[in-house]
C-alpha cells in the first residue's frame, strides 16, 4: 500500500478487501456509534421547544412518525451499497456514487449538490451551538454568583473561532475509518446531556407539581403566526433524525461477513430506537417542565439555572460532542475533494505527496499540504457563515428540511425502485409513492416556516 491512502492497491490475503481496500474492521457497534454521533446532536436540544409550538399531540406524533420514516429510508439505503445485488455486486463508497450508478448522471450533480449544502450547512449549525454553549457555560456561573437578573451576556464569535481553530487540528485525522474512537467518544457525550436534560426536565415537572402545556401548543397573535411556527418546528424536527447523506459512507466502513446491508440495518434500528427514545423524553419532559415559556435550545436557553455546575457539564459535553459531528459531518466533503483533486493531478505532490510527522509524546502521523489547506480554508468558511448567520433553530428548520424529504426519501426510494425493478402501479410502487409525496410535504411545510423565521429574525 502506497502513503497515498487514495490509491487503491490491489493484494491478496487477508489485509485487504475484495475490491483492493484496506481491511475494513467496523461492526455492529462502530456503527450505532457513528449514527448516534451524526443524529443526536443539536437538533435534541431544540424538540422540546418543536414540542411546544406543535402541542401535546402533534409533537410526540411527529417525532414517531420522523422515526419511523427514517427507518424506511435506512432499510431502502442500506441495499444500495453494492449494485446491482446487495450482498454481492459492486460497492458505492458515498451516497453519490449510489445514485449515479442507479439513476444515472444528471441526478448525481443534483444529489450531490443537496448533499453537500446540508453537510456545509450542518457544520455551520454545529458551529453555532458550541460557541452557544460555552457561553451558556459563562451565563450560568454568572447567573450563580450574581442572580437570575444579572446582566449576564456574552458574545458568541470569539467561541466560533476558537472552536474553528480546535477543528483546524482535528481535521488532519485522515478519514471515517479512522474516527471510530472520537464517534465513540462523541456517542458517550450526547447520552451524557441527553440524560442530564431529561432529567432536569423531570426534576422541573415535580418541582412544578404539575404538567406544564397544552394540546395545542403556545398560543399566536394570529392564525399566520400560529402556522408560521408550526411549520418551524416540523422543520426542526426533521432536521432531527435523518442520517442518509452519511448513511453509506458509515456502511463502507463495515467488515464483511456477515453482509454490510444486514449489519446496517440491524445498526440503524437500535439506534434509532435509542434516538427515539431521548428525543420523546427530552421533548416532552422539556414541554412539561416548562409550557410556552419553553426556550429554543433546552441547555443554553436558561429554563434550568440550578444546580450550575450541572449545566456547566452539559454544556461541556455539548461542545465535545459537536467536535466529533463536524468531522463526521465534515468527511464526506473532506473525502471528495481528496479523490477529485487526485483524479484531476496524479502527478503533483502538493496533492498526492505524504509527510511523515513525529512530534514529543505523540505517535507519528502523514500530512498532506492539500488537505490542510483544503480542510483549513473550509473550516474558516463555516466559522464566517456561523458569524454571519446566528439563527439557531431557524437554521436547523432549513437544514432538515432540505436533507428530509430530497436526500432521506425521495433518491432512496428511486434507487429503490430501480435496484429492485418495482413495476409501476404495482401496490409497493404505490405505497412507496404516497409515503414519497406525504414527506415532501413535511419538508415544504418546514422549509417555507424556517424561511420565514430567518426573514423574521434578520427585521428585528
Not at 323 to 345: E, F, H, M, N
Request: glycine letters at 8%; a positive charge.
Amino acid at each position: 500500500m502506497t502513503k497515498n491512502s487514495l490509491q487503491i492497491t490491489t493484494s491478496g490475503g487477508g489485509a485487504y478487501d475484495d475490491d483492493g481496500h484496506a481491511k475494513r474492521t467496523g461492526n455492529l457497534r462502530s456503527a450505532v456509534a457513528h449514527i448516534i454521533t451524526a443524529v443526536i446532536g443539536s437538533g435534541v436540544l431544540s424538540l422540546a421547544w418543536s414540542t411546544s409550538r406543535l402541542g401535546w399531540i402533534g409533537g410526540p406524533v411527529a417525532l414517531l412518525c420522523c422515526a419511523i420514516a427514517t427507518y424506511i429510508s435506512s432499510f431502502l439505503l442500506s441495499d444500495c451499497y453494492r449494485h446491482p445485488d446487495p450482498v454481492s455486486g459492486k460497492r458505492n463508497y458515498s451516497y453519490m456514487d449510489a445514485v449515479r450508478i442507479t439513476l444515472g448522471e444528471r441526478r448525481t450533480w443534483l444529489a450531490g449538490f443537496l448533499q453537500f449544502l446540508v453537510l456545509y450547512g450542518t457544520s455551520i449549525a454545529y458551529v453555532l451551538t458550541t460557541a452557544t454553549s460555552l457561553s451558556a457555560i459563562l451565563r450560568s456561573n454568572c447567573y450563580h454568583e450574581k442572580g437570575h437578573q444579572a446582566p449576564c451576556s456574552y458574545g458568541g464569535n470569539l467561541y466560533m473561532v476558537l472552536f474553528g481553530l480546535v477543528q483546524i487540528v482535528m481535521s488532519f485525522i485522515p478519514d471515517l475509518h479512522n474516527m471510530a474512537w472520537l464517534s465513540v467518544l462523541a456517542a458517550i457525550m450526547s447520552f451524557t446531556y441527553s440524560f442530564i436534560g431529561l432529567g432536569l426536565g423531570i426534576a422541573t415537572v415535580i418541582k412544578n407539581g404539575r404538567i406544564m402545556g397544552s394540546v395545542t401548543g403556545v398560543p399566536a397573535a394570529n392564525v399566520a403566526d400560529k402556522i408560521w411556527s408550526i411549520f418551524q418546528a416540523l422543520g426542526d424536527v426533521s432536521f432531527s433524525y435523518p442520517y442518509a447523506i452519511l448513511f453509506l459512507e458509515i456502511q463502507d466502513t463495515l467488515e464483511s461477513p456477515p453482509p454490510e446491508n444486514q449489519t446496517m440495518k440491524k445498526a440503524s434500528m437500535m439506534a434509532i430506537f435509542i434516538t427515539t427514545f431521548f428525543y420523546l423524553c427530552c421533548g416532552c419532559f422539556g414541554y412539561a417542565a416548562f409550557g410556552n415559556a419553553t426556550p429554543g435550545n433546552l441547555l443554553t436557553g436558561f429554563g434550568f439555572y440550578e444546580p450550575f455546575w450541572l449545566i456547566d457539564l452539559a454544556n461541556a459535553c455539548i461542545m465535545v460532542h459537536l467536535v466529533g459531528s463536524y468531522q463526521i459531518y465534515s468527511q464526506p466533503i473532506y473525502g471528495t475533494a481528496d479523490r477529485w483533486c487526485s483524479k484531476k493531478l496524479p502527478n503533483s505532490d502538493f496533492v498526492n505527496k505524504f509527510y511523515r510527522v513525529k512530534l514529543p509524546l505523540l505517535p507519528s502521523f502523514e500530512l498532506n499540504l492539500f488537505r490542510i489547506c483544503f480542510r483549513t480554508v473550509y473550516v474558516i468558511s463555516t466559522v464566517g457563515l456561523a458569524i454571519a448567520f446566528p439563527y439557531f433553530n431557524q437554521i436547523l428548520g432549513v437544514l432538515g428540511a432540505i436533507n428530509f424529504w430530497p436526500m432521506a426519501i425521495y433518491f432512496p426510494v428511486e434507487m429503490y425502485f430501480v435496484q429492485n425493478k418495482v413495476g409501476a402501479w404495482t401496490r409497493k410502487w404505490i405505497v412507496l409513492r404516497i409515503f414519497s409525496f406525504a414527506c415532501f410535504l413535511v419538508t415544504l411545510m418546514g422549509l417555507v416556516g424556517s424561511l420565514e423565521g430567518i426573514i423574521h429574525e434578520k427585521l428585528k
